[in-house]
């Protein structure tokens, strides 16, 4: 009964049905289960790699500055993972990269890869961090995060640095400028508590809420977007990819006279694959992609409607859904993708989700809004040399006409017709090659060393393949 009540309220409201669902799920306690997977998941201090990072403090021998660089790493499923260990392969310079580990294994792999002929950077746990500056002395310290609990660990991290008084030398590397969620999960506060805090750093009155106070939603069009409070914990200086973050950044902290520098989000293709390896497309067919976390936010049910509208037309065409928890969302609205040809790929490694991104003539990548957070998708798809649909907003406009920009909210007959477009005028191969070769990671080792370090020639590594099979 309660499976058809879900159906009904699905056909009149896609986004209240997943509301109701979840609601169902809390009170049933199924929460608790992803809360036992949260604690079990939960980084650890890994003593092997601790002590492998205490013992090279006590052997520094290295002369001259070196600058360090705190990310998370896989096999840590975030974006900025991914992007902070595929920023530094190939790069020989004095640059130590620090990182949670949760794998002692894939730990020692990364840490050979990236370390190459023995020029490249070097890896260590990030629990031993300032042991290795009172050792190295870095010049300065950059410290990549988004809006993800994976970057919980920098809250242990900042208070660390309080105490030995070195934050005069971080730098945040902000991939979302929206870290609300950041913000909220490490102080560890409760809404009321967590609202009255942002508007005594914000200098300003917000409106009255419920007991849970304001959503971050709510909050963003307050023009809140928590930045601001990491600058009140000492950090000054702020890099972001792009000039629609930059703008949002500079806004949130205005008034502050913090340092807001500009880099790029570097493109790569994140497995090394022959072409012999890509899966050939159908001729009869044409095939849809989207990829990422799906959501209404992205657009979903534009793309479903778009597809069934061609399919009205009389075109043979299908869909891949490729992306983490692609099979629940397509298992809980299940109206939305009924009677469309699909192929869904839930939750894949790196490897799986770049042949994911090759099995489609045209891929779509819708935002309701874009508040200038980088995108690891587009770029992918870029390299492969896919035809990409964006929408005209925040950081995608920069993609300029590398791919078919769309304005925010279009129709799924619009849609439709832009698809159509591209399956008989592709992209110019040109126009996406550009954007590749002046977005490649050795252009942007070169940008950041200009930032913080003597320019260092590009090196040889071996294949990535080592990285997926570890």
């Known amino acids: 009964?309660?499976?058809?009540?879900?159906?009904?309220?699905?056909?009149?409201?896609?986004?209240?049905?997943?509301?109701?669902?979840?609601?169902?799920?809390?009170?049933?306690?199924?929460?608790?289960?992803?809360?036992?997977?949260h604690i079990e998941n939960?980084?650890?201090?890994?003593?092997?790699?601790?002590?492998?990072?205490?013992?090279?403090?006590?052997?520094?021998?290295?002369?001259?500055?070196?600058?360090?660089?705190?990310?998370?790493l896989p096999p840590m499923k975030s974006g900025v993972a991914t992007y902070s260990l595929y920023s530094w392969l190939n790069y020989s310079g004095p640059l130590d990269i620090f990182t949670p580990v949760i794998d002692d294994d894939w730990f020692f792999a990364t840490a050979r890869l990236l370390r190459g002929d023995g020029s490249g950077p070097r890896l260590f746990n990030v629990a031993g961090f300032l042991s290795m500056d009172q050792a190295a002395s870095y010049s300065s310290i950059?410290?990549?995060?988004?809006?993800?609990?994976?970057?919980?660990?920098?809250?242990?991290?900042?208070?660390?640095?309080?105490?030995?008084?070195?934050?005069?030398?971080?730098?945040?590397?902000?991939?979302?400028?929206?870290?609300?969620?950041?913000?909220?999960?490490?102080?560890?506060?409760?809404?009321?508590?967590?609202?009255e805090i942002l508007a005594k750093l914000y200098e300003q009155s917000l409106p009255k809420s419920s007991s849970q106070g304001l959503s971050h939603r709510e909050l963003i069009a307050e023009g809140i977007l928590g930045v601001r409070y990491f600058y009140n914990r000492g950090v000054k200086h702020y890099l972001v990819n792009s000039a629609a973050a930059k703008i949002l950044v500079e806004s949130d902290l205005r008034g502050t006279g913090a340092l807001i520098r500009q880099v790029f989000?570097?493109?790569?293709?994140?497995?090394?694959?022959?072409?012999?390896?890509?899966?050939?497309?159908?001729?009869?067919?044409?095939?849809?992609?989207?990829?990422?976390?799906?959501?209404?936010?992205?657009g979903i049910q534009t793309v479903t409607e778009a597809i069934r509208i061609l399919m009205k037309r009389g075109e043979n065409v299908s869909l891949v859904l490729s992306g983490f928890n692609a099979a629940r969302f397509v298992q809980w609205h299940e109206t939305i993708f009924a009677g469309i040809e699909m192929?869904?790929?839930?939750?894949?490694?790196?490897?799986?989700?770049?042949?994911?991104?090759?099995?489609?003539?045209?891929?779509?990548?819708?935002?309701?809004?874009?508040?200038?957070?980088s995108s690891g998708v587009v770029p992918q798809l870029l390299t492969l040399d896919k035809d990409v649909i964006v929408t005209a907003a925040g950081s995608f406009v920069e993609y300029g006409d590398a791919?078919?920009?769309?304005?925010?909210?279009?129709?799924?007959?619009?849609?439709?017709?832009?698809i159509l477009v591209l399956k008989t005028t592709p992209i110019a191969a040109e126009n996406k090659r550009a954007y590749v070769e002046t977005h490649s990671p050795e252009r942007f080792q070169s940008r950041f060393a200009q930032l913080f370090m003597k320019p260092a020639a590009p090196r040889r590594t071996p294949s990535l393949v080592a990285v997926e099979k570890s």
């Open 265 to 298: 989000n570097p493109v790569f293709s994140p497995i090394d694959m022959n072409k012999d390896d890509r899966p050939s497309l159908p001729t009869d067919r044409l095939v849809v992609g989207t990829y990422g976390v799906p959501s209404f936010d992205k």
């Open 142 to 195: 950059v410290v990549a995060i988004g809006n993800s609990n994976h970057h919980l660990y920098i809250f242990d991290l900042l208070n660390k640095l309080q105490m030995f008084s070195t934050l005069e030398r971080v730098t945040f590397l902000v991939h979302d400028p929206c870290l609300l969620n950041l913000v909220q999960s490490g102080s560890e506060l409760a809404p009321p508590q967590f609202q």
């Open 1 to 37: 009964m309660t499976r058809v009540l879900f159906k009904i309220l699905a056909r009149l409201s896609p986004a209240m049905a997943d509301l109701a669902r979840q609601s169902y799920y809390t009170m049933k306690g199924w929460r608790i289960d992803e809360l036992k997977r």
């Open 403 to 418: 791919v078919r920009q769309v304005p925010t909210g279009i129709s799924p007959e619009r849609l439709a017709d832009e």
């Open 343 to 373: 192929e869904i790929i839930e939750s894949p490694p790196d490897a799986d989700f770049a042949r994911s991104m090759q099995k489609c003539h045209v891929a779509v990548q819708l935002r309701e809004y874009q508040l200038g957070e």
């Open 42 to 72: 939960k980084p650890p201090y890994s003593t092997l790699t601790l002590d492998y990072t205490l013992r090279a403090a006590f052997d520094q021998k290295t002369s001259g500055e070196r600058v360090a660089f705190i990310s998370c």
